[in-house]
């Protein structure tokens, strides 16, 4: 995290590793990675702006377990986390709503960082994006019913659970619906991998296939 001061712009660029830091010979005379890279150290800073952990670890996926349970806002078995860390749900954003979508919430932290989150946090942020619905805003992967739907997808790879297939492919018959109503109101498609119909027949395909993982690098 970096944590800006003053009034002035800058630039900043910077460069690391996480882990096989420098190289050593093995003795058939191969090289081969030495995770001696450091650690994820306890930084007061860090932790003052919600970037830190608590205790150290070389682990990655332990760093950021660790960030996102103590951000989760859990309330009555389901769970959301709010836009920016420190902030109550509907903080900061300008109309004060709690917002349920890829870019924002539990659907997208789901659908993205499940493997982080362990069974319980991930299945409770999939049970709000469920009970909450498909989005009104439209079809989209970024803050519409598709994207949402790829927590499903997540979790029904995390769990195994048919259920949540079930719930993707409701979610995809939603999506497919609303594609076809903005088309005739509007009189043309959307061309976006985000926020277009592209990324909703992405989702379209991977729910007809059984699962999938929403289209980042
Ligand atoms: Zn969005």
């Known amino acids: 995290m970096i944590v800006g001061a003053g009034e002035l712009p800058c630039t900043v660029f910077a460069v690391g590793a996480l882990e096989h830091h420098t190289t050593g010979s093995r003795v058939d005379g191969t090289l081969q990675g030495v995770a001696d890279w450091g650690a994820y150290t306890v930084d007061e800073a860090a932790l003052r702006h919600g970037a830190g952990v608590e205790k150290e670890t070389t682990n990655a996926d332990e760093a950021y ?3 996102l349970q103590r951000f989760a806002i859990e309330e009555d078995g389901l769970v959301n986390w709010p836009p920016l860390p420190g902030l109550q749900l509907g903080e900061g954003s300008r109309d004060g709503q709690i917002r349920t979508q890829w870019c924002h919430g539990a659907p997208g932290i789901v659908a993205t960082l499940a493997d982080l989150l362990g069974e319980e946090l991930a299945v409770a942020g999939g049970e709000l994006t ?3 619905g498909p989005l009104q805003k439209g079809a989209n992967l970024c803050h519409g019913t598709a994207g949402n739907g ?3 997808l997540a979790l029904l790879e995390h769990t195994g ?8 492919r409701a979610f995809a018959m939603h999506a497919a619906g ?9 009189g043309r498609g959307r061309y976006t991998l985000w926020t277009g119909d592209l990324g909703t027949a992405l989702y379209l395909a991977d729910c007809i296939d059984g699962g ?6």
């Open 212 to 217: 999938g993982k929403l289209p980042l690098p």
């Open 150 to 152: 790829y927590a499903f």
């Open 178 to 186: 609303q594609v076809e109503h903005n088309r005739s109101d509007y």
């Open 130 to 132: 469920w009970r909450a």
């Open 161 to 168: 659970d048919e259920r949540w297939l079930t719930r993707a």
């Open 65 to 67: 377990a660790e960030t």
